[in-house]
């Protein structure tokens, strides 16, 4: 979905959602977030994908996201976030409270 980061301004993406989505592209604080998430991603070298499961694990009292995967290639952010851990910096980067 839309934090997978697959939807993007002025990205078209071919999906049923995609127009549902234009409307949480239109809010740049959403925007913002889809930013953050790329940096953090980019620092651990992982899918934006397995940041979002991470972040997720880390939202008391979530025991575990529920992520499926379609398509064998979505497996990847699966295994990528099993082992990433984010920083209390990095959870209240990515809730945009610090940086």
Known sequence: GFLTGKYRPGATVASKRAESVKQLL????????????????????????????????????????????RIPSQLDALFESADLGLTPEELAFIAGESR
């Open 26 to 69: 239109a809010d740049p604080a959403n925007v913002s977030l889809l930013a953050r998430l790329d940096a953090v991603a980019i620092e651990h070298r992982v899918s934006v994908p397995a940041v979002v499961l991470a972040w997720t694990r880390a939202q008391g009292p979530v025991a575990a996201p529920i992520a499926s995967a």
